[in-house]
């Protein structure tokens, strides 16, 4: 009991089916206190669900929700240490700013001037000062999930939960409020478990993510551990712009084993992974690593080298995209800054040689 | 949906018709109402203006105590039904078994008066022996006179008759609101009853006061059910039923007729006044949401 | 199987060290409590007062007819007595007074609901639709009953027409005949087919006029290969609506029909005031079979859930 004063959730065995569907597959993994934490995942995976199960708007199939050490799984919200914001239309819209972040202090009758202190103070904290007799249909999406976020941390739950909060919003505004609840975690110090289907806005807030899809938890670690090495073939295709390529172990010694693509073998560390000769595995590599290697250039030893036809050149902006198809049909991308450095013109059809430094490759076995 | 290229005659060819037929529904009500105003009454070629009619009827203590009786089953229905259809509306929001839930609760509507009423009799009347046979049985008193014929039953069928129409309001009202309000609210700490009650009736209180209205209306201009399933007293129009199958039309008659419409018309009136002015506020509303205010 | 990443100290074994709280007097009434039942309360209230009378109205059909009462028994007398006199033939002639009020029903008030839902504005439809909302909320009863200063041989009509001109003696046939009927079933049900063809006209989007004006659809293909197919299920509730109304509602063919008209409502009623109850019985059980009938067939032809769309 005593370590599990700094786990502010944990889920056990958890499971919810709707009539015959099943939107979650007995889960279990638990988060410590103040921490902000993901749940990444494409949509219909159960993340939300999942969330719900923990806020207390579902009812579990099967399964526990512990929140600090207290097993909540048959209460109500309104009995639970937590507190939730949507994605949207889910300020109370008869009621002004101020009434909608009063609204859970004056149900736990709190006085008067405490409410105003309180709902002045967060009001500040979320960047809306003089917002209060503003109504909800009077502000801009931003501004009303601030206000929702607002309603939520004034009642000083430590746990909050939050339910795509910023799906409804354009880019650019998605970027600034990544930024702002970030800080506002950081203040406030409280858990926040935050579900997102978009990578980049995880990635931008989150200390820890959790890759949910099709009711299974796929994989947990830092943000930087999920980017940079995921352990799953699932987690390489849906985080970052990898390049997924399947293959059949040749050989296996000193911790690194030989792929062979059928057209090429390539060499990749395999972090103690269960794989033996023969087996079926994936490996990738995120298209920021993979260079096309030009006529005159002499790469380092350590590079692994595999041959491909170049296709086209896309231009995205910020990047440049170059799409080349592999001998066994395949097309991969090497994403380079634009401008960045002098690029080659390749010409559609023309032989190239791929080639990524030997050890950012991951091995997958599943 | 405007059409740029459509005739402007033929549009309004077809306005005059719309129009035209409303003016044919409402117009044998208008001239009932129109002929209730003539001393001499139907059919005769001087016209006289007069209330002497509708004295008649109110001097009547028989209509006003009959009077009396429809606004009581008029209010008993609300107390009953309303609940009720807001019940119903938040468990067709939750079930799984949509389909069969709102056949249920809508096929009344397709069952007609006299075929509803005349098996709800039998099946009071069955009750009625059922219960004192168990009482027989069990030597006590306490189920004599269960669902004897009298304003309980009434009531019932009058229940079974308005709830759909009261079902159906409330629950289009309830299909704009965003059940996410609720959870907020749940996860502000409300209880079930307190989000409900502070956040969600709030906003589906006109369909509320509309289905209110509905059911007065209609429990109001009920007859043939209440005809057949009460006991012990007379609503209003069953006595306007009575007059003009025994006596046939009088001045009176045409009275009562021209009571029952104009109150119809004006709870419905004000029903509608009252939705166009919501409706315009609303406008109002979305107009300045579609300009939102910046930051200041 | 989750692969069951744990973050922070694993919990160890299986068994939890805390009880479960025990079950406070709070969860009884909470939401999973009492809470949770009071919304049967509907379901149980329609199944007690609506759908066991209607299913009980065959086993009565088939009681002992007593001198005031009935008793339990089984005989089709009810249903004999029916069939062999001049009810059974009533039954059908009504049912074909309905057929007909339902078809001018369709004529004059489809054509509208059609027109609200294409030519008026988003905003304005619900306020037309409000017009024919006001005589269908006036008492059936006053509306019936005013049928007759109307169409009778010194109504409105009958002066009118005399007035011009057009006649020169009063038209009878409308009032106290089988056509007087049909008028009232029209006069009082119209609104429903106008309510039923509109609400599945505006489940239609927009955008299915724009492409056929586009495609360049004539207005007949529009209305027969879209409009019709589209709206089909309105138009068949609002068209059940008419025809069970039509044989069930006693108070027109009494108001308006001639001596001896009768529909399946009087036939009952009158059955009723007889102290025949197993033949009440036996008619509410024709006239529900027939119900049963037509929505089992428009429902496999048009499935009926569409008109629920709306309110989903």
Not at chain 2, 38 to 50: E, K, M, V
Not at chain 2, 70 to 91: D, H
Request: hydrophobic share 50%; with cysteine; glycine share 8%.
């Amino acid at each position: 009991m005593t370590q599990s004063s700094d786990i502010a959730v944990e889920v056990v065995d958890l499971a919810k089916n709707y009539g015959p569907v099943r939107a979650l597959n007995s889960v279990s993994f638990s988060i410590e206190g103040g921490r902000y934490y993901a749940l990444l995942g494409p949509s219909g995976g159960g993340k939300t669900t999942l969330l719900r199960l923990i806020g207390g708007f579902l009812r579990p199939s099967a399964g526990s929700v512990y929140l600090h050490g207290q097993d909540v799984s048959h209460l109500p919200p309104d009995r639970r240490p937590t507190s939730m914001v949507f994605q949207n239309y889910a300020l109370f819209p008869h009621m002004t700013v101020e009434r909608n972040v009063a609204y859970g202090l004056k149900l736990l009758k709190a006085p008067p001037g405490e409410i105003r202190d309180k709902v002045e103070r967060m009001l500040g904290m979320v960047g809306l000062e003089g917002y209060n007799r503003r109504m909800p249909h009077e502000l801009s999406g931003g501004q009303q999930q601030r206000v929702q976020l607002a309603r939520s941390l004034v009642l000083e739950r430590d746990i909050l939960l939050l339910d795509e909060p910023l799906a409804s919003l354009d880019a650019k505004l998605r970027k600034d409020m990544c930024l702002e609840l970030k800080r506002i975690q950081e203040k406030v110090g409280i858990t926040f478990i935050h579900v997102t289907h978009n990578q980049e806005e995880a990635l931008t807030v989150a200390d820890r993510i959790a890759i949910i899809a099709d009711g299974e938890l796929v994989e947990e670690g830092t943000a930087r551990d999920i980017y940079e090495t995921p352990r799953m073939r699932f987690t390489a295709e849906f985080i970052g712009d990898n390049n997924v390529l399947d293959g059949v172990v040749a050989d296996i010694s000193d911790g690194r084993a030989t792929v062979d693509l059928g057209f090429a073998r390539v060499d990749v560390a395999a972090h103690g992974l269960p794989a033996a000769r023969g087996d079926a595995v994936a490996l990738s590599v995120r298209s920021e690593l993979l260079r096309i290697v030009g006529s005159g250039q002499d790469p380092e030893a350590s590079w692994q080298l595999i041959p491909a036809t170049y296709v086209e050149a896309i231009y995205l902006g910020l990047t440049i995209s170059h799409l080349v198809r592999l001998p066994d049909g395949t097309e991969i991308v090497a994403r380079v800054i634009s401008g960045e450095r002098s690029e080659e013109e390749f010409e559609p059809g023309s032989e190239v040689t791929m080639g990524w430094p030997g050890d950012r490759a991951r091995l997958h076995v599943a | 949906m405007y059409d740029d290229f459509a005739n402007p005659w033929n549009i309004r060819l077809k306005w005059l018709y719309l129009l035209g037929v409303v003016f044919a529904l409402l117009m044998p009500v208008f001239y009932t109402i129109y002929i209730s105003f003539n001393q001499h009454g139907f059919g005769a070629r001087i016209y006289d203006f007069t209330f002497d009619w509708y004295r008649v009827v109110l001097g009547d203590t028989l209509l006003v105590v009959s009077l009396k009786w429809t606004v009581y089953l008029a209010l008993a229905a609300i107390a009953a039904t309303i609940p009720m259809a807001l019940l119903s509306a938040k468990f067709y929001k939750r079930t799984r078994r949509k389909v069969a839930f709102v056949a249920l609760m809508l096929s009344p509507l397709f069952v007609p008066a006299d075929i509803m009423g005349s098996a709800l009799l039998v099946f009071f009347k069955n009750l009625a022996i059922g219960f004192v046979w168990l009482d027989e049985a069990l030597g006590v008193y306490w189920f004599d006179g269960w669902f004897d014929l009298g304003f309980l039953t009434a009531l019932i069928g009058q229940v079974i008759y308005v709830h759909p129409y009261a079902f159906i309001v409330i629950l289009i009202t309830m299909s704009r609101y965003r059940v996410q309000q609720t959870e907020a609210a749940r996860g502000c700490g409300a209880t079930a009853w307190q989000a409900f009650w502070q956040v969600e009736f709030p906003q589906i209180r006109v369909g509320v006061f509309s289905s209110c209205a509905f059911v007065t209306i209609l429990s109001f201009n009920e007859a043939v059910r209440t005809a057949l399933l009460k006991g012990g007293f007379d609503t209003f129009s069953n006595v306007l039923v009575a007059q003009m199958l025994n006596i046939g039309m009088s001045g009176e008659s045409y009275a009562m007729a021209g009571i029952m419409s104009i109150v119809s018309m004006l709870v419905i009136g004000s029903v509608i006044v009252f939705t166009l002015l919501r409706t315009e506020r609303l406008e109002r509303r979305a107009r300045a949401m579609a300009e939102p205010v910046m930051s200041s | 199987m989750s692969s069951g990443a744990i973050s922070g100290p694993a919990r160890a074994g299986g068994g939890r060290d805390i009880p479960a709280p025990a079950a406070r007097w709070r969860d009884y009434l909470g939401e999973n409590g009492v809470q949770k039942w009071v919304f049967y309360i509907p379901v149980v209230f329609f199944l007690l007062f609506f759908a066991a009378p209607m299913a009980l109205t065959v086993v009565w059909s088939v009681f002992e007819r007593t001198q005031f009462w009935m008793e339990p028994g089984f005989t089709l007398f009810a249903y004999d007595n029916f069939f062999s006199s001049a009810r059974a033939e009533n039954y059908l002639f009504s049912m074909l007074h309905g057929a007909a009020s339902v078809v001018i029903a369709f004529a004059i008030g489809f054509p509208i609901a059609v027109f609200i839902r294409r030519r008026v504005t988003r905003v304005a439809q619900h306020r037309v639709i409000l017009l024919f909302i006001l005589p269908f909320m006036i008492s059936e009863l006053v509306r019936v009953f005013a049928m007759r200063p109307v169409l009778g041989r010194h109504g409105i009509v009958n002066s009118l027409l005399m007035e011009l001109g057009v006649i020169s003696e009063p038209i009878t046939v409308i009032l106290y005949s089988p056509l007087g009927v049909i008028i009232g079933d029209v006069m009082s049900f119209l609104p429903f087919m106008i309510f039923a063809g509109f609400l599945a006209l505006e489940a239609v989007q927009n955008y299915i006029f724009e492409v056929c004006d586009d495609l360049g659809t004539g207005r007949v293909r529009l209305f027969t290969h879209i409009i019709l197919p589209l709206a089909a299920p309105g138009i068949f509730a609002g068209s059940v609506f008419i025809f069970v109304n039509s044989l069930g509602v006693a108070l027109v063919p009494t108001l308006l029909g001639g001596p001896g008209a009768v529909n399946a409502g009087l036939i009952a009623n009158q059955a009723i005031v007889a102290l025949d109850f197993p033949l009440a019985m036996a008619i509410s059980t024709i006239m529900i079979v027939t119900l049963v009938a037509l929505l089992y067939i428009g429902h496999r032809l048009f499935d009926l859930t569409k008109v629920l769309e709306p309110i989903s």
